[in-house]
């Protein structure tokens, strides 16, 4: 490998690309003879030929991928393991080439590949949204620059059962991709993205005037409820200070009371604290 070859991975990826496109191709006898000597003889030098000259396999598949933005190198090497993960459960017996079965576990491979590292956010959780991560790709191109992407999402949803809501909003979603929260606003170098995001939490000196102005609250109600009576300081608490609210009807069985009393009570201390409290805060 040349000296720039090694220092640039794209490079390096052509170059791997090249090696396998120059890699004959075997016949139905010739893989066949080389699976069972495999199989039979373990036979190491007859694996290493199978899957060298399969390799081209796997790069023609990795280059199809290449449009997701992932470096070439690392899409070439998920491929060759998609390979070996195809030599690994390969049953002669099935009577099909290999080329055919590896097929499947090579794009198995590079789509798990693909949706695990296009964001640092987890994209694709469900069957669901792995299958619209790619039909949605598909059919923006078949769609691109025509005035059906509406009709397209809705016959998306309709062949997928799901809402067109669905499949909105994971369009909006995979059409994105990863940016630093600290690279620059275009257009204004000296400014960050982050520069923009709000922090809607209290400052600390909102959160300690916060914390002082409820302490004053607390320490004038419980001061001001010295001044009611034994049955209204009871109506009060089993009404808005405890745990749990006791109903007008509860209230008046246990005072002895009607439950329409219970609320002539109610609104009268309520007005009294309000009218204490307006002279309380007026004045300070």
């Not at 170059?15 to 373990?42: F, G, H, K, V, Y």
């Amino acid at each position: 490998m040349k000296k720039n070859e090694r220092s640039n991975p794209s490079s390096h990826a052509y170059a791997t690309i090249r090696m396998q496109m120059q890699q004959p191709l075997l016949s139905a006898d010739e893989e066949r003879n080389l699976w069972l000597e495999w199989q039979n003889e373990q036979k190491q030098s007859s694996f290493h030929r199978i899957i060298t000259c399969h390799g081209r396999l796997a790069v023609s598949l990795a280059v199809k991928y290449n449009k997701y933005g992932l470096p070439l190198n690392d899409l070439i090497q998920e491929a060759q393991i998609g390979l070996l993960q195809a030599a690994e459960k390969f049953d002669l017996a099935k009577n099909v080439r290999f080329s055919t079965y590896a097929t499947w576990w090579i794009r198995a491979a590079l789509q798990e590949y693909i949706l695990k590292n296009w964001s640092l956010v987890r994209t694709a959780s469900s069957s669901v949204h792995k299958t619209l991560f790619y039909r949605l790709r598909m059919m923006k191109q078949k769609l691109h620059r025509t005035d059906t992407h509406d009709n397209g999402i809705q016959q998306l949803a309709k062949e997928l059962g799901i809402s067109t809501a669905i499949v909105d909003a994971a369009n909006n979603r995979f059409q994105g991709r990863d940016f630093s929260l600290n690279s620059p606003i275009e257009n204004n170098n000296n400014h960050e993205w982050q520069e923009n995001i709000a922090d809607d939490r209290p400052t600390p000196e909102e959160e300690v005037s916060e914390h002082l102005d409820y302490e004053a609250k607390c320490t004038w109600l419980k001061q001001t409820l010295k001044t009611l009576t034994n049955r209204e300081q009871q109506l009060i608490h089993r009404r808005y200070l405890g745990d749990e609210s006791d109903t007008l009807k509860i209230l008046g069985q246990d005072l002895g009371i009607s439950k329409e009393r219970v609320r002539q009570i109610e609104n009268r201390i309520i007005k009294k604290l309000q009218m204490l409290a307006e002279q309380h805060f007026n004045q300070a």
